[in-house]
Every structure is written in C-alpha cells, then in structure tokens.
C-alpha cells in the first residue's frame, strides 16, 4: 500500500499519511514515516493558504502594465522602482512560470531574399546548358563555404 517509504519529499509523505489516516492512528503513520507529528499538522494548516497570493497579484499588474515586454530581470526591478517592493529574481521567475507569463521577445530582423538580392543577381542567361561550343564562352561561378569557386566551361 505504501510503496517505498525512503522517496518522496515531505510533502509526498504527508499526503500519503492523510489517505491513510482512515485506517491507521496518525501518531503510527509519522512514525513509520520518519515526520514529525507537527509538521503533518502544519502541513495540513497551510495546505490550503497561498503564501504568494499578493506577490503574484503583483508581478502580473507589473507583467500587464508594460503589456508583457519585460522579463523577470526587469520586473524585479519594476517592482522597486515602482512600487517599492523588493522581491529576488528568482522569486519573480518563479512566480512568472507559475502564473504562466513570459516576456515577449522581439522578431530578430532577417533579410529577406526577394527585396535583398534585387540587382546583386545576375539573370539566369545558360538555364542550366553548361556545354559551350568553345573555352571562354561559358563562365560559371558557385558559392562554397565561404569560398567562392569559378569554373571555365571547356569543349571535351
């Protein structure tokens, strides 16, 4: 019924211990558990209390202030300069990934081909016929690893 009773975290024990308080005095339970008695109580007394209520009521009116562009650095340092209150980065990180809120980041410029090669490309005159009646008729050049390679078409 109770599996392995070495693995877990405190709180893995203590709700093992409330479902089966039913059938086992609770004094037994801790026991057999290695807890105290009084930490299962204070476990069950503040089971139900959000400890980071105000916090994440916070750090979400600051989140949605700055319509979601900042991150947990700058929000903790919102939360001081605006508000006065101090609260460590990893704190407001953590209430961010519980609150499910992340900064928004910004799209990164990327060239685009079309508009960026207009006058840098030459006309696709050969269409793929590399044969050439003659040397030096047929000049074809190919990009490689930063190497840029140029070939003479030759008659066989």
């Known amino acids: 019924m109770f599996g392995n009773l070495d693995t877990g975290d405190e709180a893995h024990k203590y709700i093992?211990?409330?479902?089966?308080?039913?059938?086992?005095?609770?004094?037994?339970?801790?026991?057999?558990?290695?807890?105290?008695?009084s930490g299962y109580y204070a476990f069950l007394k503040r089971r139900g209390a959000d400890r980071d209520?105000?916090?994440?009521?916070?750090?979400?009116?600051?989140?949605?202030?700055?319509?979601?562009?900042?991150?947990?650095?700058?929000?903790?340092?919102?939360?001081q300069h605006d508000h006065g209150v101090w609260m460590n980065h990893k704190k407001v990180l953590r209430l961010m990934q519980v609150l499910g809120i992340r900064s928004q980041i910004r799209q990164k410029h990327r060239c685009n081909y079309a508009s960026s090669t207009k006058g840098r490309v030459a006309k696709n005159l050969l269409k793929q016929d590399f044969k050439a009646d003659k040397p030096n008729q047929k000049w074809v050049t190919d990009i490689l690893k930063n190497r840029i390679l140029i070939s003479q078409s030759k008659t066989s």
Request: with cysteine.
């Open 16 to 37: 093992t211990i409330e479902k089966a308080a039913k059938d086992y005095p609770i004094s037994k339970l801790c026991t057999l558990f290695k807890v105290s008695r």
């Open 53 to 79: 209520r105000d916090a994440k009521a916070l750090v979400k009116k600051v989140y949605e202030q700055y319509n979601g562009v900042y991150g947990y650095r700058q929000i903790q340092l919102l939360l």
